[in-house]
């Protein structure tokens, strides 16, 4: 894997794009944007002028997209399929509706493509620091060719099953870290409300019966841990918008697989309110404000 193609090089694509940079791969970089096109040029990387200039004699193509329509953009539309080489990989690591991403997997294997599903775990800190946790779907093959790549963006590469599956487990994670970041928030507040200090609380939660990652990692309540989003002002970290949007595709998945997910689609009613506030853009924490009102 010495050439790389990358298409979207947004908050989580540029910094994974220059990791591999970093490690002598020569990295063809896309964006439709102007400004992350100048970003990624200021950072050192070869930015060319259309997806088709990027599929030209690479070993695997990355795209870190923010939804199906771009991801369906790219390769149906875009018709990207058609002019990448057969030896090309292509691993899509944007979280997007296991459905299309079969789909577009299936377009590619009926074009004698390899393809895999690969969304990520682990934020923008985890894509600038290379620590990702990589949920990977597709051929096992394909997958361990892969994972050349994955060990230069991330700690962690799970193989989850064949096409979709990378997506699938993936929206399964964050509908439980949304369920217990809320259920976090709402006891902690229900707590304080009665006279109880939010530090000691998650002190003796954390140590409990009660105690998640939310808790241990993530606390919600402001000032309880150093270095949280929640102690500053619910910036950086995983934005309420991304998480609407894993919700929404949670909620499909349970809808068309006639799953009984009430605290799923609960929590998505919960951000949508948040979104619907104009708080789409502070830390997915900050649902703990809905719970000091
Ligand atoms: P982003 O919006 O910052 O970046 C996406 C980039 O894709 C943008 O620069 C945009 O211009 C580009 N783009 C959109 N359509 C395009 C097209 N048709 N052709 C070329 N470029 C196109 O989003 P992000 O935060 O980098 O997230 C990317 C994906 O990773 C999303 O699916 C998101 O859900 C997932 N994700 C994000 C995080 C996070 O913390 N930000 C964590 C895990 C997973």
Redesign the pocket.
């Known amino acids: 894997m010495k050439v790389v193609g990358f298409?979207?090089?947004?908050?989580?694509?540029l910094p994974m794009a220059l990791n591999l940079s970093k490690k002598s791969i020569h990295v063809k970089a896309?964006?439709?944007?102007d400004e992350?096109k100048e970003n990624a040029l200021d950072a050192g990387l070869n930015v060319l002028n259309s997806?088709h200039d990027v599929l030209i004699d690479i070993d695997a193509l990355i795209t870190?997209?923010?939804?199906d329509a771009?991801v369906e953009?790219?390769f149906l539309r875009n018709g990207a399929l058609d002019s990448l080489e057969k030896t090309t990989l292509i691993i899509d690591c944007?979280?997007?509706s296991p459905g299309i991403s079969k789909k577009v997997a299936n377009e590619a294997h009926n074009k004698g493509l390899s393809m895999v599903d690969a969304?990520?775990?682990g934020?923008?800190k985890g894509a600038e620091e290379g620590t990702l946790s990589f949920i990977v779907g597709g051929n096992e093959q394909d997958v361990k060719k892969g994972s050349i790549l994955f060990n230069v963006m991330g700690d962690n590469t799970f193989y989850a099953g064949n096409s979709g599956s990378g997506q699938i487990a993936k929206l399964c994670n964050n509908m439980l870290l949304a369920i217990h970041m809320c259920g976090t928030a709402e006891t902690l507040a229900m707590g304080v409300k009665n006279g109880l200090d939010p530090i000691v609380l998650s002190e003796i939660m954390k140590n409990s019966s009660g105690g998640n990652w939310s808790l241990e990692k993530y606390n919600p309540f402001p000032d309880v841990m150093e270095g949280a989003p929640a102690s500053n002002n619910y910036n950086g970290g995983?934005l309420n918008a991304?998480m609407l949007?894993?919700l929404r595709l949670a909620e499909q998945l349970s809808d068309h697989s006639k799953s009984y997910t009430p605290m799923g689609k609960l929590a998505r009613k919960l951000y949508e309110q948040l979104n619907d506030e104009g708080l789409g853009g502070l830390d997915f924490s900050s649902i703990q404000k809905n719970y000091l009102k």
């Open positions: 298409i979207g090089l947004g908050n989580m694509g896309y964006d439709l944007s992350a997806v870190m997209l923010p939804n771009a953009d790219v944007s979280t997007i969304p990520v775990s934020g923008v995983f991304l949007k894993d």
